[in-house]
């Protein structure tokens, strides 16, 4: 499928068929002045800058990398830059959604607090099918925030505008983080049913005998196999266990070490090396870490 890809935000302003926005580097768009869709689409897309979508009564699909965005329910959406997405409406490319789209090109965040921090919120890595559920108090929050933004590109730039305009954006994110650990909560179904499948698949790994051979799961596969991103993943048992995904494959890890150490007559070394360890070092240090006690040490308590 082809891939258009849009380095300035001016671009994709022409591309829907809108005027060009009053301000280069940001612009807040009404989903309302969006009539209809390109006769070629769906489109594999990739924007050059940050994407945040609010919108309401979507007729259609919205595919987020390689997995369906889940778009019935859910209201706000965060792209980051060089992201691949598609949409697809229904009724011949007529849209019937409503809201904004929010977009900031990562320049206008140049030597401000958010250059560095909004690489941070896990939000705009999330690979999972699932925009963020709002409230309609919380709607109205995160469109008053929206509007006030869109105050600002439509006024006369002065010195102060990029200040407030970051000032907006940081309140934004700090209430897309809370909302985001709410739905973890409020959708508990979902939630736990991750849950179970992330514990089948770690379980699995640790019961196939291979840790020698493909050595310690990793953060990034385990993640992957969930179609979610590292972040989401470890933000979602964070709220739901109290330990992100790291912590989780230690614990296995010394769960399958102590079995060892008290079953078999295995040396430490030979234990860590079929636990996936390359060095036997690290295998104590982690234990250690976890126990208080040495492996030997240990080992030596069931003596």
């Known amino acids: 499928m ?5 380095k300035t935000i001016s671009q994709f302003h022409k591309f829907r068929k809108l005027s060009q926005p009053e301000h280069p580097l940001i612009s807040v768009i009404d989903v309302g002045d969006i009539k209809r869709l390109q006769d070629s689409e769906p489109l594999n897309l990739m924007l050059d800058f940050y994407c945040i979508a609010l919108k309401r009564n979507f007729n259609g699909r919205m595919k987020y990398g390689q997995q369906e965005y889940d778009f019935e329910e859910g209201i706000l959406t965060f792209l980051a830059p060089r992201q691949v997405f598609s949409i697809e409406v229904d009724n011949e490319g007529v849209f019937k959604h409503s809201g904004k789209i929010l977009m900031v090109h990562p320049d206008f965040l140049w030597n401000t607090p958010l250059t ?3 690489k941070q919120y896990e939000f705009f890595g999330y690979a ?7 409230s309609d108090k919380e709607e109205l929050t995160i469109a008053g925030i929206l509007e006030n933004i869109s105050g600002e590109c439509h006024s006369r730039i002065d010195t102060f505008s ?4 970051i000032a907006q954006l940081e309140l934004l994110f700090s209430y897309a983080q809370r909302f985001y650990q709410r739905q973890f909560f409020t959708r508990k179904i979902t939630s736990h049913k991750a849950l179970e499948k992330f514990e089948t698949l770690l ?4 019961e196939d005998e291979s ?8 953060v990034q596969a385990i993640a992957e196999a969930l179609n979610m991103s590292p972040g989401y993943l470890s933000g979602l048992l964070k709220t739901l266990t109290g330990q992100s995904t790291q912590q989780h494959i230690h614990d296995k890890l010394i769960e399958k070490a102590k079995e060892k150490l008290s079953t078999t007559d295995l040396s430490v ?3 860590a090396y079929e636990l996936g360890f390359e060095h036997p070092q690290s295998f104590s240090k982690l ?4 126990t208080a006690q040495s492996p030997l040490e240990f080992r030596q308590s069931f003596n």
């Open 128 to 134: 999972v099918n699932e925009a963020l559920f709002l």
């Open 287 to 290: 234990f250690k870490t976890k």
């Open 203 to 206: 379980n699995a790994s640790f």
């Open 162 to 165: 990029q200040d407030i305009i």
């Open 116 to 118: 560095l921090k909004i």
């Open 2 to 6: 082809e891939l258009l890809r849009f």
């Open 269 to 271: 070394s030979e234990i």
């Open 211 to 218: 840790l020698a051979t493909n050595g310690i799961p990793r």
